[in-house]
């Protein structure tokens, strides 16, 4: 179904297509809650008041195909509110996600726990706007780039390059773990 | 192997790893299904124009984080609604004013469907609510027949 049929029946009140929505976008705004580290229930709230939004606006959406844009820039400002509206409770750098994998978490074996290891204290050491671009990047269901461009107010003709010199940090970062590249 | 393919699976790799280390809370989606329930049936949308929080002039940017009273505007096509939040310790001093104005009956609602308050704007379209507490809510203006029945967005004040 495409989205301007899921849109036309959740305007009607259909659970299913409206649901359909949810689940196709909850990740882009997951990560991109995530990408302006807002902790677990900030994110949570973000995405909430962005769903509401749609709601309040779903008889508006003038472009289906641009749907993921607009949840993404609306999903920004609900970020920037948060974050200005509580800057002294903004969750320090451990908080943000975590720190090393548990027992639990991970069970396919202590090789890959180490490479997960090195791989997420490489990314650790990336620098803020490396981590955000890249947490979209890696998203499930990937965001196209001019979603991540409104996630993060980036300019789409600079997501490419700038994705690439992540990359590249994060690579170097990795070999000075001592992880092999696969 | 191209470069490209490198990036490509150290992307899936490092995708994989936030995958089980920060999944999307079921908690999230639920409350995301949920929120179709909240569709509109016979009010009129007030749409958030303004927010002081987020403003565009640089100088409400700097007052921003610390200015203890936060003016937020909605509008529909004939009326505004001007919003003043007074933060004050957990609570919040709503300060609202109605433009042009009309007595209606204001309620402050939350999304469990409970109503938080109900007041009566003066004649000059003013009303002050107390909140206990922070949390997101929307106004419902109602009670003359001119005005129809009027819904703000939801904030979290």
Same mark, same amino acid.
């Given at each position: 179904?495409?989205?301007?049929?899921?849109?036309?029946?959740?305007?009607?009140?259909?659970?299913?297509?409206?649901?359909?929505?949810?689940?196709?976008?909850?990740?882009?705004?997951?990560?991109?809650?995530?990408?302006?580290?807002?902790?677990?229930?900030?994110?949570?709230?973000?995405?909430?008041?962005?769903?509401?939004?749609?709601?309040?606006?779903?008889?508006?959406?003038?472009?289906?195909?641009?749907? +993921?844009?607009?949840?993404?820039?609306?999903?920004?400002?609900?970020?920037?509110?948060?974050?200005?509206?509580?800057?002294?409770?903004?969750?320090?750098?451990?908080?943000?996600?975590?720190?090393?994998?548990?027992?639990?978490?991970?069970?396919?074996?202590?090789?890959?726990?180490?490479?997960?290891?090195?791989?997420?204290?490489?990314?650790?050491?990336?620098?803020?706007?490396?981590?955000?671009?890249?947490?979209?990047?890696?998203?499930?269901?990937?965001?196209?780039?001019?979603?991540?461009?409104?996630?993060?107010?980036?300019?789409?003709?600079?997501?490419?390059?700038?994705?690439?010199?992540?990359?590249?940090?994060?690579?170097?970062?990795?070999?000075?773990? +001592?992880?092999?590249?696969? | 192997?191209? @470069?490209?393919?490198?990036?490509?699976?150290?992307?899936?790799?490092?995708?994989?790893?936030?995958?089980?280390?920060?999944?999307?809370?079921?908690?999230?989606?639920?409350?995301?299904?949920?929120?179709?329930?909240?569709?509109?049936?016979?009010?009129?949308?007030?749409?958030?124009?303004?927010?002081?929080?987020?403003?565009?002039?640089?100088?409400?940017?700097?007052?921003?984080?610390? @200015?203890?009273?936060?003016?937020?505007?909605?509008?529909?096509?004939?009326?505004?609604?001007?919003?003043?939040?007074?933060?004050?310790?957990?609570?919040?001093?709503?300060? +609202?004013?109605?433009?042009?104005?009309?007595?209606?009956?204001?309620?402050?609602?939350?999304?469990?469907?409970?109503?938080? @308050?109900?007041?009566?704007?003066?004649?000059?379209?003013?009303?002050?609510?107390?909140?206990?507490? @922070?949390?997101?809510?929307?106004?419902?203006?109602?009670?003359?027949?001119?005005? +129809?029945?009027?819904?703000?967005?939801?904030?979290?004040?």
């Amino acid at each position: 179904m495409t989205l301007a049929e899921l849109l036309s029946q959740a305007r009607d009140g259909d659970q299913l297509a409206w649901d359909a929505i949810v689940e196709r976008f909850s990740g882009l705004l997951w990560a991109t809650a995530r990408a302006h580290r807002l902790s677990a229930a900030q994110a949570a709230d973000v995405i909430q008041n962005t769903w509401l939004r749609l709601v309040e606006n779903l008889d508006r959406i003038q472009d289906p195909d641009r749907l +993921g844009a607009w949840l993404a820039t609306t999903a920004r400002r609900e970020c920037l509110r948060t974050i200005r509206l509580g800057a002294r409770e903004l969750p320090t750098d451990e908080e943000w996600m975590w720190d090393v994998p548990s027992d639990d978490e991970i069970d396919s074996g202590l090789i890959e726990r180490e490479r997960d290891t090195a791989l997420w204290r490489a990314f650790r050491v990336i620098g803020e706007r490396c981590q955000a671009l890249l947490r979209m990047i890696a998203a499930p269901d990937p965001p196209s780039y001019e979603e991540i461009g409104a996630a993060l107010e980036m300019p789409i003709g600079a997501i490419g390059p700038t994705r690439a010199r992540c990359l590249d940090k994060l690579r170097r970062n990795l070999a000075l773990e +001592g992880a092999d590249l696969r | 192997m191209s @470069a490209d393919d490198d990036d490509d699976s150290l992307e899936q790799e490092l995708g994989e790893l936030l995958g089980r280390a920060d999944p999307i809370p079921p908690t999230v989606l639920q409350a995301g299904r949920a929120a179709l329930g909240w569709r509109r049936l016979d009010a009129e949308l007030a749409e958030l124009l303004a927010d002081s929080v987020l403003g565009s002039d640089e100088l409400a940017l700097a007052r921003g984080a610390e @200015a203890p009273v936060r003016s937020v505007t909605f509008g529909t096509g004939e009326r505004a609604i001007d919003l003043d939040v007074e933060e004050r310790g957990a609570g919040r001093t709503l300060r +609202g004013q109605l433009s042009p104005p009309a007595p209606v009956t204001v309620e402050v609602q939350r999304q469990d469907g409970t109503t938080l @308050a109900s007041v009566r704007a003066d004649r000059f379209g003013r009303f002050v609510v107390e909140l206990a507490g @922070a949390g997101t809510i929307r106004l419902r203006l109602a009670g003359e027949p001119q005005l +129809g029945t009027i819904e703000t967005a939801w904030i979290t004040v």
